[in-house]
Nanobody, 128 residues
Framework: QVQLVESGGGLVQAGDSLRLSCAASGRTFSSATMGWFRQAPGKEREFVAA????????YYADSVKGRFTISRDNAKNTVYLQMNSLKPEDTAAYYCAAKIVPLAVAAGKLDPRSCDYWGQGTQVTVSS
């Protein structure tokens, strides 16, 4: 069992930065590919970024590539999403997700249906 708790959301202006954190409980954090998703009102949940178990491999949606950075600290059971140059279209609820993987594999685009655990979400609002 893994419990995920996101934090760090807020209201910022376009061009600002935010760092989201996702703290995980349980022993399986280091066995999970971790990902961030977001969902804006009236839209489907959208993949944002993923990171492999070791942190050595990352993958980003084209919409955030070059602006967002995903990282993890397995000693702290925490995954981060550094968001720079924020745009109004980044406004959404951001969710952390964990996919338990038996082998070390490179990060790729995560299908939300394949994720085993989810956090409750944190709101990010970017004003223009």
């Amino acid at each position: 069992q893994v419990q995920l708790v996101e934090s760090g959301g807020g209201l910022v202006q376009a061009g600002d930065s935010l760092r989201l954190s996702c703290a995980a409980s349980g022993r399986t954090f280091s066995s999970a590919t971790m990902g961030w998703f977001r969902q804006a009102p009236g839209k489907e949940r959208e993949f944002v970024a993923a990171i492999s178990r070791s942190g050595g491999s990352t993958y980003y949606a084209d919409s955030v590539k070059g602006r967002f950075t995903i990282s993890r600290d397995n000693a702290k059971n925490t995954v981060y999403l550094q968001m720079n140059s924020l745009k109004p279209e980044d406004t959404a609820a951001y969710y952390c997700a964990a996919k338990i993987v038996p082998l070390a594999v490179a990060a790729g685009k995560l299908d939300p249906r394949s994720c085993d655990y989810w956090g409750q979400g944190t709101q990010v609002t970017v004003s223009s």
